[in-house]
C-alpha cells in the first residue's frame, strides 16, 4: 500500500477510462451531446417561466429552481471531464478539486431537499386543492427556496472539509471522472471510518429522510387521486405528479447507489457509470421529462414562437 502523503498534494489525476482510450472517444461524443441538451433545455425552462404569465406557478417556480441546479450541477463538473476526457492530460489542482467537490456536494444536497420541496407542492395541489392558493403563497415559497439553499451549504461545509482532509495515498490517481466524496475515501491511506460514517450520516439525512417523506407524500397523492371520480381528473392529477415521480427515481436511485456505502464493492465498481448518470444523464432528462409530458409547457412554447411568427410576418 502506498504512504500516505502527509503535506498538501499539488493535483490530482482522474482516471476516469483512460485505460480504455476507445470507450473515451465515445464518452466525450456523448458527454459533449448531452450536456448541450442540458444547457438548452434548461435555459429553455427559465426562460418560458419568466416570460410567460401561465407559468408565474409555484411548480414551475420551483421547477425553474431545478433547472438552474442542474446547470450549475453540471457545469461544475462536465467541463473537466470533456477535457479528461479529450486529452492525456487527467490532472486536476488541488484547489480546483476542492472547488468542485464543494459545488458539486453543495449543489447535490440542495437538489435532495428541492426534490421533496416539490413533492410537497404536488400533494398540496392533488390533496388540498381549494387550499392551495393560500398554503402556497409567494412568501412560503422563497421561503421553501431559501431553505434548499442553506441545506446544500450546510451539506456541503460539514463533509468536504474533512474529505479534503484525509491522508491521500502518494500517487493521488482518484477512479473517477469528479473529485468526489466517495472516490477521495477510496482514495486514502489512513484511516477513514469517520468519513465513511459521515457520509452516511449525511446521505440518511440527505437522501433516505427526503426520500422516505416523498414517498409518504405519494402515498397520499395515490389515495386521493383514486378518489376521484372523473377520469379527466385522475389523468391530470397523474399527469401533474407522474413527471416529478421520474425525476425523483432517476436521481434517488443512482446517489443513493454511490453515497451510502462509499467503500463497497459494487461503488467502486459500478460507481463511475452511476457518477456519469446522475451528472450527465439525469440533468438533460429533467427538462425532456417535464416539457414533453406537460400541457402547460407545450403551450407555452406555442405561445412564444407564435408571437415570434406573428412579429416576423409584421
Not at 446547470?71 to 479528461?84: E, G, R
Not at 421533496?116 to 390533496?127: E, I
Not at 491521500?168 to 482518484?174: A, D, K, M, S
Not at 406537460?294 to 406555442?302: R, Y
Amino acid at each position: 500500500m502506498d504512504q500516505a502523503n502527509e503535506t498538501v498534494p499539488d493535483g490530482f489525476i482522474l482516471l476516469g477510462f483512460s485505460d480504455k482510450p476507445r470507450l473515451e472517444i465515445t464518452l466525450f461524443v456523448f458527454v459533449s451531446v448531452f450536456y448541450m441538451i442540458t444547457l438548452v433545455g434548461n435555459i429553455t425552462i427559465i426562460l418560458l417561466s419568466h416570460v410567460d404569465s401561465h407559468l408565474h406557478t409555484p411548480m414551475y417556480f420551483f421547477l425553474t429552481q431545478l433547472s438552474f441546479l442542474d446547470l450549475c450541477f453540471t457545469t461544475s463538473c462536465i467541463p473537466q471531464m470533456l477535457v479528461n476526457l479529450w486529452g492525456p492530460d487527467k490532472t486536476i489542482s488541488y484547489l480546483g478539486c476542492a472547488a468542485q467537490l464543494y459545488i458539486f456536494l453543495g449543489l447535490g444536497a440542495a437538489e435532495c431537499v428541492l426534490l421533496l420541496v416539490m413533492a410537497f407542492d404536488r400533494y398540496v395541489a392533488v390533496c388540498r386543492p381549494l387550499h392551495y392558493a393560500v398554503i402556497m403563497h409567494p412568501k412560503l415559497c422563497q421561503k421553501l427556496v431559501f431553505i434548499v439553499w442553506v441545506s446544500g451549504i450546510f451539506g456541503t461545509l460539514v463533509q468536504s472539509p474533512s474529505t479534503m482532509k484525509l491522508p491521500f495515498c502518494r500517487h493521488h490517481r482518484v477512479d473517477d471522472f469528479v473529485c468526489e466524496v466517495p472516490a477521495l475515501i477510496r482514495l486514502a491511506c489512513g484511516d477513514t471510518r469517520t468519513n465513511e460514517l459521515q457520509i452516511s450520516v449525511i446521505g440518511a439525512i440527505f437522501l433516505m429522510v427526503p426520500l422516505l417523506l416523498i414517498l409518504v407524500s405519494y402515498g397520499h397523492i395515490a389515495q386521493a387521486v383514486l378518489a376521484i371520480q372523473s377520469q379527466e381528473g385522475r389523468s391530470k392529477a397523474f399527469r401533474t405528479c407522474s413527471s416529478h415521480l421520474v425525476v425523483v427515481f432517476l436521481f434517488y436511485c443512482s446517489v443513493t447507489a454511490v453515497y451510502i456505502q462509499p467503500r463497497s464493492r459494487f461503488s467502486q465498481k459500478g460507481g463511475k457509470f452511476l457518477t456519469l448518470f446522475y451528472t450527465v444523464v439525469t440533468p438533460t432528462l429533467n427538462p425532456l421529462i417535464y416539457t414533453l409530458r406537460n400541457k402547460d409547457v407545450k403551450g407555452a412554447l406555442k405561445r412564444l414562437f407564435g408571437k415570434d411568427r406573428m412579429a416576423t410576418e409584421k
